[in-house]
């Protein structure tokens, strides 16, 4: 009933910029936080970047600085704007979303999604 479908991922050039933006759809009552992940093949998914719905970040140490997280909360939706790309961040990255989802007309439960993913290929 709820989905994430990421978009915006493409090959780019070392120190070259990219726009990711992940809209989440279906019987949404309320996104609390949104977060951006990435997976390399062999590897466990990374935390990137968290917004709470107040506006509030997090990032993890290695993309302070580069990218930057941010919603929109009336198309429900989260977006990462990432700069000074570097091979290193090649990889498929996810959106994440906590939120709580109706489940009749005065009830909701809350659940956490995952997009299908967006490769990002850094290299020259």
């Known amino acids: 009933q709820v989905q994430l479908v990421e978009s915006g991922g493409d090959l780019v050039q070392p120190g070259g910029s990219l726009r990711l933006s992940c809209s989440a759809s279906?019987?949404?009552?309320?996104?609390?936080?949104m977060a951006w992940y990435r997976q390399v093949p062999g590897n466990q998914r990374a935390f990137l970047a968290a917004?709470?719905?107040?506006?509030?970040?997090n990032y993890t140490a290695f993309v302070k600085g580069r990218f930057t997280i941010s919603r929109d909360n009336a198309k429900n939706s989260v977006y990462l704007q990432m700069n000074s790309l570097k091979p290193e961040d090649t990889a498929v990255y996810y959106c994440?979303?906590?939120?709580?989802?109706?489940?009749?007309?005065?009830?909701?439960?809350?659940?956490?999604?995952w997009g299908q993913g967006t490769q990002v290929t850094v290299s020259s």
């Open positions: 994440y979303a906590d939120l709580f989802y109706w489940t009749g007309s005065w009830s909701s439960s809350r659940g956490q999604y």
């Open positions: 279906g019987s949404i009552a309320s996104i609390l936080d």
């Open positions: 917004i709470t719905r107040g506006g509030s970040t």
